[in-house]
């Protein structure tokens, strides 16, 4: 479960996959999560200790730094992870986040947070396994196999290389290298191996897990999740006939995000459910728009599908469009990022799917439309 603790800042690398805003309620959902996946045989992973809630960088462009006081970050950002970790979670993923009231170095190779804060103070007795060693904020910095030998001293038992594959070959040649000459601690690498085996001969997954029942409560959460962030003009549900439906092309960003039967999958699944409407694709990445002026200005009401426009030029720039030309004949969905209802002018109606998931995207349309 990713236990972070969400603010009011928009935080691009965290978004919607936070529990929210209150950390007893987060900390409660990402215990039941844990022993959910845990009582099936499926190890959790709680990240990104200490908490990246309040970061304001994404760690996969750049470094963030958290400037909290340690109490005050206690009492709301460490919370749930205590939770966590009283509910037995097997594993805990570090984050690449500075935080000066802890230690000066990001927490991936602090040994005072690594050890001091989460193994003696939190007392926990699990496997500690690292971020992703190729995002932005540490390989602007080290090179991957520097960065794998700081994580390793650092109190870590696994070390995530995700992407790059000289640099897995350098840092294990680094590594042995460095055992060779005496520079790792043997006694702790052999701690590491203990807690590997431990976590690989305590779990075993359901052999028929009921797919039909998980898919029915996955439904139940989405439609749980729907909501109007704000009434515009717009009144809901929407006529089909006479609507344009407007697309994110996915496929811009498949190789930044998964999506559940591949890129094409959610569009696929949308045209299904729009029939009677006009379906159009906007931009993510780029930010030409084609003919949708002129498409937007014979349209009688807009439905958009908006994939976080803080963070994708794409996105702004055909929110923009619709602020200033159609606002009062739009309902916003957002089903990437909840932050994104602060770019939608007054009369222009949002709906919060908070998911862009299939189940998500099928719940926020069956809000949003005339059956």
């Known amino acids: 479960p990713v236990l972070d603790v969400a603010t009011d800042v928009y935080n691009p690398g965290i978004g919607i996959r936070s529990f929210g805003t209150d950390p007893?309620?987060?900390?409660r959902l990402g215990a039941a999560f844990t022993r959910g996946l845990q009582d099936h045989g499926v190890s959790a992973c709680a990240k990104h200790f200490p908490g990246k809630g309040a970061a304001t960088v994404d760690a996969h462009v750049d470094?963030?730094?958290?400037?909290?006081?340690?109490?005050?970050?206690?009492r709301t950002h460490l919370l749930p992870f205590r939770a966590a970790v009283r509910a037995g979670v097997d594993a805990v993923m570090t984050s690449h986040v500075r935080f000066p009231a802890f230690d000066k170095v990001p927490a991936?190779?602090?040994?005072?947070i690594v050890h001091g804060?989460?193994?003696?103070?939190?007392?926990?007795?699990?496997?500690?396994v690292s971020d992703d060693l190729c995002?932005?904020?540490?390989?602007?910095?080290?090179?991957?196999?520097?960065?794998?030998?700081?994580?390793?001293?650092?109190?870590?038992?696994?070390?995530?290389?995700?992407?790059?594959?000289?640099?897995?070959?350098?840092?294990?040649?680094?590594?042995?290298?460095?055992?060779?000459?005496?520079?790792?601690?043997?006694?702790?690498?052999?701690?590491?191996?203990?807690?590997?085996?431990?976590?690989?001969?305590?779990?075993?997954?359901?052999?028929?897990?009921?797919?039909?029942?998980?898919?029915?409560?996955?439904?139940?959460?989405?439609?749980?999740?729907?909501?109007?962030?704000?009434?515009?003009?717009?009144?809901?549900?929407?006529?089909?006939?006479?609507?344009?439906?407007?697309?994110?092309?996915?496929?811009?960003?498949?190789e930044r995000f998964t999506f559940e039967g591949g890129p094409a999958a959610p569009e696929e699944l949308i045209r299904r459910l729009t029939k009677?409407?006009?379906?159009t694709r906007t931009p993510i990445e780029t930010t030409d728009l084609g003919r949708l002026t002129e498409t937007v200005d014979s349209t009688k009401n807009i439905v958009c599908l908006c994939f976080e426009a803080r963070r994708f030029p794409g996105q702004a720039a055909v929110l923009k469009l619709l602020s200033r030309?159609?606002?009062?004949?739009?309902?916003?969905v957002?089903?990437?990022?909840?932050?994104?209802?602060?770019?939608?002018?007054?009369?222009?109606?949002?709906?919060?799917?908070?998911?862009?998931?299939l189940v998500s995207l099928e719940a926020c349309l069956r809000r949003v439309l005339e059956k």
């Open 334 to 357: 957002l089903i990437r990022s909840s932050w994104d209802s602060d770019l939608c002018p007054e009369d222009m109606t949002v709906v919060d799917a908070r998911g862009y998931r």
């Open 135 to 254: 995002m932005g904020a540490v390989t602007k910095r080290w090179p991957v196999a520097q960065a794998t030998m700081m994580c390793l001293d650092s109190g870590h038992d696994v070390l995530m290389i995700a992407h790059d594959l000289q640099g897995m070959r350098d840092a294990v040649d680094l590594l042995r290298e460095s055992a060779g000459a005496g520079f790792v601690d043997e006694a702790a690498v052999g701690a590491a191996d203990a807690r590997i085996a431990d976590l690989l001969h305590r779990r075993k997954a359901d052999e028929r897990a009921d797919l039909k029942e998980g898919l029915k409560l996955a439904q139940i959460i989405a439609d749980k999740a729907v909501s109007v962030a704000r009434q515009g003009k717009t009144r809901l549900p929407v006529a089909r006939k006479g609507t344009l439906v407007l697309v994110p092309d996915f496929r811009q960003v498949k």
């Open 325 to 332: 030309k159609a606002a009062g004949r739009t309902t916003a």
């Open 24 to 27: 007893a309620l987060a900390g």
């Open 108 to 112: 991936t190779f602090s040994r005072k």
């Open 276 to 279: 009677g409407c006009t379906v």
């Open 63 to 74: 470094l963030p730094t958290i400037e909290l006081p340690r109490s005050s970050f206690a």
């Open 117 to 128: 804060v989460l193994r003696q103070e939190l007392g926990y007795g699990g496997l500690v």
